[in-house]
């Protein structure tokens, strides 16, 4: 179980900031995406990270 928390909370941090990156602006990858300079996707992104941490957080405990 806690390798599953430890990949699964690694997977939503990675993908946290490429949607913060996305939606700042900082990270334009794919060109084609929707996401591109939309902050709601940053903030979007924040919480998935946190999600993310809390996970990796829990498989450590």
């Known amino acids: 179980m806690r ?3 430890l ?3 690694l997977l939503a941090l ?3 900031l490429l949607w913060i ?4 602006g ?3 990858w794919p060109r084609w995406s929707f996401m591109i300079d939309q ?3 940053a903030l979007y992104g924040a919480v998935m990270a946190g999600f993310g ?3 990796i957080w829990q498989s450590n405990a």
Do not use: D, H, N, S
């Open 7 to 9: 990949i699964a909370g």
């Open 53 to 55: 941490l809390v996970l």
């Open 26 to 28: 900082t990270m334009p």
């Open 14 to 16: 990675a993908v946290g």
């Open 39 to 41: 902050l709601q996707w």
């Open 21 to 24: 990156g996305q939606g700042t």
């Open 3 to 5: 390798r599953f928390l």
